[in-house]
C-alpha cells in the first residue's frame, strides 16, 4: 500500500471509517498499530483478514449508514469467533475527517518512507521477474543496468536507474539494504559484489550462479584483500541450491522469499528483538 493509494482511497471516500488495532493481546493476526480504512464500496490495506476484518468491515459500514463517528470493538478471537490464534484484539474504529485523513497520510508517508532498499543489478530474464516479484510487496525495488534498452523493460513499481558504474549505487544506499547481482558480465558481478560486501551493514547480499561462480569470486576476492569471513556472507546461488528448475520466475519466487527473510532478519536483530 503506498502513499499514493492512501490518497487516492481518501479523496474517493470521503468521511471513511479508519480501523485501528489499539491492543493485540496473545496469538493475533496482525500486530498492535496495524489499520485500514472502509468506504460504503472499497477498503484499503488489512487488519489482518478472516472473520475479525470481515466483522469490522460490517460494523464500519452499519457506522457510515448510522452517522456514527466513533466505537471500540474488544473481540476474543477463539471464543467469540472462531479464529484459532486465540488472542484478544482491541479495534477502534473512527470516521475520517480532516485531521485524521491528514494523520493517516503521514503514517502511509512514514511507512514508505522506511521501506527496506532491494537493489537488483542486472535487468535480464531473471533480474526483471525478481523486480517483478518484490515490487508486490512493501520494498523499494531499484533495478540498476548500463543497458537502457533492457531497463525499458522494468515492472510497474520498480524504480529504474541507468548507470555506468553500478557499485556506485551501493556506497550510496542506506544501512540494511538488500543487494541482488545478476549482471550479464561476470567480472562486474564480483565488483559490485565486493563493494555490497565492504560495507558490513547489507542485509543481504546475493549473486545468481552456481556453486562454481561461488568458489572463483572467493578466490577472486581474496586475491583483492577480501577476508573469508566477509565472503561467507555472499550467498550464490541465490534462492535454493538445491533447485534444478532454472526458469527466471522460479528462481525470483525463491529469492524474493530468501531477501524478504533476510531483511525481517536485519530488523530484527537490528531493534534487539
Known sequence: MSCSETAEFLRAHPGCIRIDIAEAKGSTPRERGAWMLVGPDGTLNTIGGGRLEFMAIERARAMLRDAVGAERMEVPLGPEIG??????????????????AAETLAAAEAAERARPHVYLFGAGHVGTALAR????????VILA??????L??????????????????????????????LTHDHALDFLIASAAL????????????????RATFRSWYRKEGGSDADAER????IGSA????????VIAAL????????????TRRESGQ
Open 83 to 100: 479464529q484459532c490464534c486465540g488472542g484478544r484484539i482491541a479495534l477502534e474504529l473512527r470516521r475520517v475527517d480532516e485531521a485524521l
Open 133 to 140: 516479484a518484490l515490487a508486490l510487496m512493501p520494498l523499494r
Open 145 to 150: 543496468d548500463t543497458r537502457a534498452e533492457e
Open 152 to 181: 525499458a523493460k522494468a515492472p510497474p513499481g520498480a524504480e529504474t536507474r541507468h548507470v555506468a558504474l553500478p557499485e556506485t549505487l551501493v556506497r550510496d544506499a542506506p544501512p540494511g539494504s538488500a543487494f541482488v547481482i
Open 198 to 213: 565492504a560495507r558490513g551493514d547489507a542485509a543481504y547480499v546475493g549473486m545468481i550462479g552456481s556453486k562454481t561462480k
Open 234 to 237: 555472499l550467498i550464490c546461488p
Open 242 to 249: 538445491e533447485s534444478r528448475d532454472k526458469r527466471p520466475a
Open 255 to 266: 529469492a524474493a522469499a530468501e531477501i524478504v527473510a533476510a531483511l525481517e532478519g536485519f
